[in-house]
């Protein structure tokens, strides 16, 4: 059972910068695909960066050139780098991995895309809060 534990979320000014962790547990490198994704409140949950099994990355516009997601497959870490914050940056963010939708085979392997659907998640953090002020 893939566990994952979020961290390094908080309270910083608008142009600041955060890094958020994901430590996953139960958890193969290259047998999901990961992501982060962001709720604000009253609002729906958000793909907001995303990494497949063959290392692609897909981002929501509204983040590109800001965050960049990696992981340490050595640590079985996750990472997004968010620079640049705004305050409508601001949510809870949720690391995810999932093993759904898009993909393809290749030399007999299965690769998974990234995917910044929800839908295409199975396993998902409980969250660390993010807060830009103005």
Known sequence: QVH???SGGGSV???GSLR???AASGYTYNEY???WFRQAPG???EGVA???SDDTTDYADS???RFTISQDNAKNTLYLQMNGLKPEDSAMYYCAAGRRGRHFTFAER???LPSLSPDDFDHWGQGTRVTVSA
């Open 4 to 6: 994952l534990v979020e």
């Open 13 to 15: 000014q608008a142009g």
């Open 20 to 22: 958020l962790s994901c």
């Open 33 to 35: 695909r990961l992501g």
């Open 43 to 45: 609002k729906e949950r």
């Open 50 to 52: 995303s990494i497949g």
């Open 63 to 65: 983040v590109k050139g």
């Open 110 to 112: 299965l690769y998974l």
